[in-house]
């Protein structure tokens, strides 16, 4: 139900209704009337860089009325996903846009806004550096943020190039134009009794945008945001922070965030998707990703069409899911295009055609079509940007998400017979009809897949040409160690699947390199919240002699969790294991 009316709350957990790609975390909450306990049933998989030692670790902590137990990060006083004797939590990304670039006009040491002259905040900051001097800069503030200058950093560039803008430009980020980053939301989350306890402070964790799952042991579940979302009169430039008519127009108020509870429909998801439809109170803006979402809900509603009562069991089967929604969604147009320019002996006798009509759309391990199809739609977005750029250019696009959208909604509309002409689409021929790009880059798909053929000719497998890499951390910056401590795990799943192994568009590694997976996963059913299933994506170091390690790597990638279960402190045995603080 959209929120049409000032104030007035969702009441449905609501999907975005385009596809897109991007990649993160899944977490989905369900309360008793679908679940095998009766009792509600949280799952979460936060996805992050991959990397060992892990940044995430488990804690299992005995208080005088509750046990605590999850995940934390190193230097953080808090669980991030976990459960306490009385709710389980477990969050995504809010992918809205909170963060702008803004052209400035400066003179001397004032900034101009509407024709006025306002002096800019001068900050000094020190870093002190082990047995040297302090590093000792200034960073001037205009109202909208710190100013950088023209010079773009190729951190922030899309061809990680630098390079230099017309006005200097200050940095607008949400939680900097507040004057407080808290931490009170997430504590009194961990402690939390019941919703009441952490609901009506949702407003006090002013630092990134997230979405908060919970399910509580009386039964509730719900959802809410927190973080700042902004609204804006501008898309695809830089704001103008010399002219009060063009920057963010507000945000949306706290007591109008995004939250539901307890919803008709029994269950809740996000996963980095648009929490709301187009025809939302308020636009939001943002790097949505709704594929994954899509297929949770899509098995979810399978289970329950067919009378299944979900368990940790289930979710862990969800968890695993390698069906690509988004190939499943433009594949069969692609084909169908092929086959209205093809003749029919020319299909018969193309491989290539025979093979990806026959695929299931799951990127499984052993599929030869998954790999394939990710070359096809690989090359459909590179050899359309080569008429602009080198390929070495071109391929960090393709981890740009939107660029993939671009391409889909080409794709979706000449499936419907628009006549789309561009003269990026001339890569074959001097035509710049689009539809006979598509046609022709299928036809050139063997020169795309060499290299991935096997001597026999098969197309190689997706589980040995797509892996996940975990850089060392310690030693990123030494290459003969982080080789040594580094690892590499051959997965299924891409980014668009809900087991997710996002790749990157730019790896001198391979052409399909996990850069992003799950780095913990967690599943709580609340008839037992003081124990729930978890499974870390890696152990403490990287050692090659510690099978420990490699142990954990194979649970992972097969989802075998672990139930975290109470120390007996009544046994003698567990004496040792036991530390009184």
Not at 406 to 421: C, H, R, S, T
């Amino acid at each position: 139900k959209d929120n049409k009316k000032k104030g007035e709350k969702i009441d449905e957990a609501i999907l975005g209704n385009n596809l897109n790609n991007a990649g993160a975390s899944n977490c989905w909450n369900l309360d008793g009337s679908h679940t095998k306990s009766g009792k509600p049933l949280l799952s979460n998989d936060p996805h992050l860089s991959n990397g060992h030692p892990n940044i995430f670790f488990i804690v299992k902590l005995y208080l005088p009325d509750m046990v605590i137990s999850g995940a934390t990060m190193v230097g953080t006083p808090v669980f991030i996903t976990g459960s306490n004797s009385f709710i389980s939590w477990g969050l995504t990304t809010e992918n809205s846009d909170n963060t702008d670039f803004c052209e400035e006009i400066i003179q001397g040491d004032y900034y101009i806004k509407d024709n006025k002259n306002y002096p800019l905040t001068k900050v000094k900051e020190i870093i002190n550096i082990k047995n040297s001097e302090a590093f000792v800069f200034e960073v001037k503030y205009t109202e909208n943020g710190p100013i950088f200058g023209k010079k773009i950093p190729a951190s922030f560039s899309l061809f990680n190039e630098e390079f230099e803008n017309t006005f200097p430009l200050s940095a607008r980020i949400g939680f900097m134009r507040h004057e407080y980053t808290s931490f009170d939301f997430y504590m009194r989350l961990n402690l939390a009794r019941s919703p009441n306890d952490f609901i009506p402070y949702k407003n006090d964790y002013i630092l990134a945008n997230y979405n908060v799952h919970w399910a509580s042991k009386d039964g509730q579940i719900g959802y809410l945001t927190i973080g700042i979302i902004n609204l804006k009169k501008y898309q695809n430039r830089f704001c103008h922070g010399f002219s009060s008519q063009d920057v963010i127009i507000n945000e949306i108020p706290p007591e109008e965030m995004l939250h539901l509870t307890s919803p008709k429909k029994g269950y809740i998801i996000s996963a980095n998707n648009k929490p709301v439809s187009n025809n939302y109170l308020y636009k939001i803006i943002g790097n949505h990703n709704n594929a994954r979402a899509y297929r949770i809900h899509e098995l979810l509603e399978g289970y329950f069409k067919n009378d299944t009562k979900i368990s940790v069991n289930e979710s862990i089967i969800i968890m695993k899911d390698v069906k690509n929604p988004n190939a499943a969604y433009i594949l069969p147009k692609i084909l169908e295009i092929v086959r209205r320019n093809m003749e029919a002996k020319e299909l018969r006798e193309n491989k290539n055609y025979q093979y990806l009509r026959k695929w299931n759309f799951e990127y499984d391990k052993e599929s030869r079509e998954a790999t394939l199809y990710s070359l096809l739609e690989r090359n459909l977005c590179l050899q359309l940007l080569t008429k602009k750029m080198s390929i070495e250019k071109a391929k960090p696009l393709l981890n740009f998400f939107p660029y993939y959208n671009f391409i889909y909604g080409m794709i979706d509309k000449i499936y419907k017979g628009e006549k789309i002409a561009l003269k990026e689409c001339t890569v074959y021929n001097r035509k710049d009809d689009c539809e006979k790009y598509i046609v022709n880059v299928f036809k050139h798909l063997n020169e795309y897949t060499k290299g991935f053929r096997e001597s026999s000719g098969l197309m190689k497998k997706w589980g040995t040409v797509n892996y996940n890499y975990f850089p060392n951390t310690a030693f990123d910056d030494i290459p003969i160690l982080n080789k040594i401590f580094s690892r590499k795990k051959y997965v299924s799943g891409c980014r668009d699947t809900i087991k997710i192994s996002r790749s990157t568009g730019n790896s001198k590694m391979g052409e399909f390199v996990g850069s992003q997976s799950p780095r913990i996963q967690f599943v709580c059913d609340m008839i037992e919240p003081e124990e729930p299933y978890i499974m870390l994506a890696g152990g403490n170091n990287g050692s090659p002699i510690q099978m420990y390690y490699n142990n954990l790597m194979d649970k992972f990638e097969g989802k075998v969790l672990i139930k975290f279960k109470n120390i007996d402190f009544n046994d003698e045995k567990n004496e040792k294991r036991i530390i009184t603080i």
